[in-house]
């Protein structure tokens, strides 16, 4: 009996995750030319992010995926942060594509370029790094001081989905992020995702419908700070992030 519902609880996992992808990709495809031609001009790629948030939009009401979100903080639209967040599962891209309302680039691993024509897209609207190379750090580094003159960044300070003991955070968060705030004076907005991981499951791939839940928090104000401050300014972010998500989990101690 308990193998018979695990099989239909997988069948419907299953079918459920393919009409979410169908909507995934019929509005991708269905978007994308209209985002291609706006991306070739620097004016108008503010214009294809929007495009791309109405995109995000509709796939999370299409996938009956709803949103709660707790602002201690309401970013103001006109205005340049850095946002960080926890990365836990595949999914917290798409959920601040639709979260941040702001002009915006997300500093992303460079391998995404490899995925047709999503790939594409993404390398002509974000700024992309290779990690294992230093250069490309470097690199990124320099673009990403660029780019926060004119918008605002999205960065996951984990470095990407590896941390082994969930809800922890892998420790120590990336400097980029930090760095890169402290030299052009920008605030940094810490952002808690808490249950994206149980949304859509890393080992199968599988998504479930639900409520995903967030919690915007105050900014770390970081004019009048220098690179001595750096350590400081880690701290809080990490622990503005973290400590909120254990206590949703019933935790009350970092590791």
Same mark, same amino acid.
């Given at each position: 009996?308990?193998?018979?519902?695990?099989?239909?609880?997988?069948?419907?996992? &299953?079918? =459920?995750?393919?009409?979410?992808?169908?909507?995934?990709?019929?509005? &991708?495809?269905?978007?994308?030319?209209?985002?291609?031609?706006?991306?070739?001009?620097?004016?108008?790629? *503010?214009?294809?992010?929007?495009?791309?948030?109405?995109?995000?939009?509709?796939?999370?009401?299409?996938?009956?995926?709803?949103?709660?979100?707790?602002?201690?903080? *309401?970013?103001?639209?006109?205005?340049?942060?850095?946002?960080?967040?926890?990365?836990?599962?595949?999914?917290?891209?798409?959920?601040?594509?639709?979260?941040?309302?702001?002009? /915006?680039?997300?500093? +992303? *691993?460079?391998?995404?370029?490899?995925?047709?024509?999503?790939?594409?897209?993404?390398? *002509?609207?974000?700024?992309?790094?290779?990690?294992?190379?230093?250069?490309?750090?470097?690199?990124?580094?320099?673009?990403?001081?660029?780019?926060?003159?004119?918008?605002?960044?999205?960065?996951?300070?984990?470095?990407?989905?590896? @941390?082994?003991? &969930?809800? =922890?955070? @892998?420790?120590?968060?990336?400097?980029?992020? /930090?760095?890169?705030?402290?030299?052009?004076?920008?605030?940094?907005?810490?952002?808690?995702?808490?249950?994206?991981?149980?949304?859509?499951?890393?080992?199968?791939?599988?998504?479930?419908?639900?409520?995903?839940?967030?919690?915007?928090?105050?900014?770390?104000?970081?004019? +009048?700070?220098?690179?001595?401050?750096?350590?400081?300014?880690?701290?809080?972010?990490?622990?503005?992030?973290?400590?909120?998500?254990?206590?949703?989990?019933?935790?009350?101690?970092?590791?």
């Amino acid at each position: 009996m308990k193998k018979r519902i695990s099989w239909l609880t997988k069948s419907i996992s &299953f079918l =459920y995750t393919l009409w979410a992808a169908f909507w995934f990709i019929f509005f &991708f495809l269905l978007l994308y030319p209209v985002i291609f031609v706006l991306i070739h001009r620097v004016p108008w790629r *503010k214009n294809a992010l929007q495009l791309i948030h109405i995109w995000g939009q509709l796939f999370f009401f299409f996938s009956f995926i709803r949103f709660d979100i707790r602002y201690d903080f *309401k970013p103001k639209k006109d205005q340049i942060y850095v946002f960080c967040a926890n990365h836990f599962s595949y999914l917290d891209i798409p959920v601040l594509v639709v979260l941040i309302k702001n002009h /915006f680039s997300f500093i +992303g *691993k460079s391998s995404i370029r490899k995925v047709p024509l999503f790939g594409y897209m993404y390398a *002509k609207l974000h700024v992309l790094v290779d990690r294992d190379s230093k250069s490309s750090r470097a690199s990124s580094l320099i673009k990403s001081v660029r780019a926060l003159q004119a918008r605002s960044l999205a960065i996951f300070p984990e470095g990407g989905i590896t @941390s082994k003991k &969930f809800p =922890y955070m @892998s420790t120590p968060l990336m400097d980029g992020a /930090f760095q890169m705030a402290i030299q052009q004076k920008v605030p940094i907005v810490p952002i808690s995702l808490f249950n994206n991981h149980m949304m859509l499951n890393g080992d199968n791939f599988l998504l479930r419908p639900g409520v995903i839940k967030v919690h915007v928090h105050s900014p770390i104000i970081t004019a +009048g700070l220098t690179m001595e401050d750096l350590g400081i300014v880690r701290e809080k972010v990490y622990q503005s992030i973290q400590l909120p998500i254990l206590a949703h989990y019933s935790l009350d101690s970092l590791h």
